[in-house]
DNA sequence: AAGAAAATATACAGACCTGTCTATTTTGTG
DNA sequence: CACAAAATAGACAGGTCTGTATATTTTCTT
């Protein structure tokens, strides 16, 4: 028994080919019938598995938020040195991912433009993934000794966006170095200054 | 005779409406017939204006660049007082931006987002206006005495699209404040410190 | 008022969209 | 082996999509 129907094989490859093409050329660019037969898997597999196009869509986007997080967790972790080195490691992931092939921007900011919406699901689940991102950065922040460990995340998260957007637009990984050195001065100064 | 073409009230009111339209809901979400229907147009001069609704999407975001850049151009030029103070006053347009009631994120990165391959020629217009942006920046900064510009305005730029997705996706104009402040304190730095 | 240019309504082509239904085959388990 | 669950192919419904064709009417200019 054990939980059921949380993971199978036909769903994992779904989600999997789902993430790629999704991510490569849009959610609305990319329709039901070419997901299927890019996946090999007939069109009720599919909907026996997510109630509709949405559902997969917010899978998608929820998995790969588990995956992003995880992995810059390990980034931290993988880091020797102090809180201040493991934070700025951050963006040390980000110039490695700017510069990986298949790199295309950030898919929950092409979700949220995507569906403008904010009641829409997606738009939400987009929304959540911010959330938890930010809420991770203040924990770094906070073991780097900012005195507003909040604040300080919450500008790094400018930072982080504005560097995707101008990877996605230039093709070019240098946006990482530029928010990184950005980074280093106002942790300087957030962790010596009060504001 | 006059240049002919150029300009024409059909043609203006058509793309009126697609900014609209577009920009509410996002570009591949609407289609033609809706947009002909909304503007109480015919198909066939929707035709005769753009060859496609590629070409369409285009001349809206020429249009929307040339605006936004004249927008912003005001706003330096009636904010009185030292070079520093009007680059600074940017933001304070971004925070009125975001709180307007229309206000759906950045239509550039939207298109970036919606057409990721870089040859796509609607990802191209996109591209045209952020270099044109950044080049913008460029100019305040040099006049307010960064010692690198470019290096600041590249940084700037930063901040400014992490606070416009930030405030797309949280629906607060909080983000310019924090970017404000963040740029006030680097555009010191750079003006004391060469680097 | 006459002729040219622009805009109109309408139908159409051909493709794609999401989602459903059914009947059959495969797969996994007791 | 036998039974049940999962996956399959394929057709189908009902829309929507971009773009074209045509024939008519309106608008502008001279």
Redesign the pocket.
Known sequence: MAE??IS????DHLMATAWRLFYRDGY????????IAEA??????L???F????E?IIGVLEKRDCELRASINDQVNATDGSAAEKLLSVFDWLERWFGSTDFNGCAFIRALSEYPDPRHPIHQAAWRHKVAMQGALTELCSQAGAHNPAALANTLSLLIDGAIVAAQATGSTAPARSARDTAATLLALAVQKPA
């Open positions: 059921a129907v199978s094989p036909k769903r609305r660019a990319v329709g039901i019938d070419t997901l090999g898997v007939a069109k009720m597999t909907y026996n598995h109630a509709s196009k949405d997969l």
